[in-house]
């Protein structure tokens, strides 16, 4: 199984200022996904994380909001700009690992990010 | 477009069996997987069921039902620290996974 580090782990932040979330997974994968989880609520998809290209955003999510890179592998960030206090949630990385039977998708401790 | 339906609350006793259902409408379909989430933790794996029927893992059964659109997660022998939310999410042909709203199950002594 693949384990999944995030940093930072919280953050306080300011109207208007970005913060850039790092990714890194133990093993190599094959795909790598951003999740937001908004209080009291479940997981909602940011977007896939290509490696060495443009991630793949889900609707109402732009790239000039939640940038992402992922120059490796094993290695993914997340850049929430120009934040607001609508975006305060929890930021979860996702690996895929294993195949058939054994195909699991695992989860990063998340960035808890609260915006004033 | 993509509909996961679970109960938002469930409550249970201690040593009780408890049975979360999971109803889903999605756009193509490759697997389901239960997760569970403590508050301010990240979700841990479960299960993840590909075919029909029913697979048991320990205390955790995981059930589905692919022409139902259907699964439930069965918890048996409760504990309190099963007292957690429990989340359903259908895994798509694209490997991306539409989460459930979560079920927050509470157990009491």
């Known amino acids: 199984s693949a384990v999944i580090s995030q940093k930072p782990s919280r953050d306080i932040c300011q109207r208007g200022t970005s913060l850039t979330i790092q990714c890194q997974v133990d093993?190599?994968?094959?795909?790598m996904f951003w999740y937001r989880q908004q209080p009291g609520q479940s997981l909602t998809l940011i977007a896939t994380a290509n490696q060495g290209s443009e991630a793949t955003y889900e609707s109402g999510f732009v790239i000039d909001k939640f940038p992402i890179s992922r120059p490796n592998l094993t290695f993914s960030t997340l850049t929430v700009s120009n934040m607001s206090p609508e975006d305060s949630s929890i930021y979860l990385c996702s690996a895929i690992g294993g195949q058939g039977p054994t195909y699991e998708q695992y989860f990063g401790p998340g960035t808890r990010l609260t915006v004033t | 477009g993509q509909n996961i339906d679970q109960p938002t609350e469930m409550t249970a006793t201690e040593g009780a069996i408890v049975q979360i259902n999971c109803t889903y409408q999605t756009s193509g379909f490759n697997g389901l997987f239960w997760y569970q989430q403590h508050a301010g933790e990240a979700p841990t794996f479960l299960s993840y069921?590909?075919?029909?029927g029913l697979e048991e893992k320990g205390r955790f059964s995981s059930f589905l039902s692919r022409s139902k659109g259907y699964s439930y997660l069965l918890l048996k022998e409760l504990q309190m620290k099963d007292s957690a939310s429990y989340l359903c999410?259908?895994?798509?042909?694209?490997?991306?996974?539409?989460f459930g709203t979560g079920t927050r199950l509470q157990v009491f002594p």
């Open positions: 093993s190599q994968v094959t795909m």
């Open positions: 999410a259908v895994r798509l042909p694209s490997d991306k996974l539409i």
């Open positions: 069921n590909v075919l029909d």
